[in-house]
């Protein structure tokens, strides 16, 4: 439909944008499109976040001003990248770009759509290549949302068939996260994204 896959772009913002509660689905989600192991990060706390450090200091999510907004930009092993913006300042919201070679597709409040866009190395218009186009996508699904995620989840417990997003997506997120801070701690450098400490042979 679109393509091999280029990139994915995130924007969640708005007045609870925050890492721990809020921006960690939308890293989940950029690490389960990417489907790759992360390579390194940089990353950007909102303002006024800016010595936040290195450790959770929020407070389940009750409390916004406790977590910082991000923007952060991941790349992939397999050469996908994904950026993440999301700071407070910005209107509450979540819109996704899933990008390929050929076309993107777009999902926001307004609903999904896929836009094919002429490729061309020249910004003269080429009759040749056609106009750029946009095909809405229809969802085909009974059951979403939490109730989508509660059948998936006991269907495999019952059955030991795989989830959709694993185990392993989840640890992914673990591991940005922890790169995220490191990079804006550090000034908002390039760092590598490194397996959790319980992996690496350290305590939980």
């Given amino acids: 439909m679109i393509g091999d896959l280029v990139q994915v772009l995130i924007e969640s913002g708005g007045p609870r944008a925050m890492l721990w509660r809020i921006h960690t689905h939308a890293i989940d989600l950029l690490t389960y499109f990417a489907d790759a192991e992360p390579d390194w990060v940089f990353a950007d706390l909102e303002p006024g976040m800016e010595n936040y450090g290195t450790a959770y200091r929020g407070d389940g999510g009750r409390d916004a001003s406790k977590e910082p907004g ?21 209107p509450q919201d979540m819109v996704v770009h899933v990008v390929g070679r050929d076309a993107r597709i777009e999902l926001d409040v307004e609903g999904m759509r896929v836009i ?25 699904y009974s059951v979403a949302g939490m109730s989508a995620a509660l059948r998936e989840l006991i269907g495999a417990m019952w059955t030991g068939s795989p989830l959709v997003s694993s185990g392993e997506t989840a640890r992914r997120t673990v591991a940005i996260t922890d790169a995220i801070l490191r990079s804006a701690a550090q000034g908002n450098v390039r760092v590598a994204v490194t397996p959790p400490p319980w992996e690496a042979g350290g305590t939980e």
Avoid: F, H
């Fill in 116 to 140: 094919r866009t002429p490729v061309s190395d020249s910004r003269m218009p080429s009759p040749e290549l056609g106009k750029p186009y946009t095909v809405p996508v229809v969802p085909q």
């Fill in 70 to 90: 991000v923007n952060a930009y991941i790349t992939y092993r397999n050469g996908v990248r994904g950026l993440l913006t999301g700071w407070k300042r910005i």
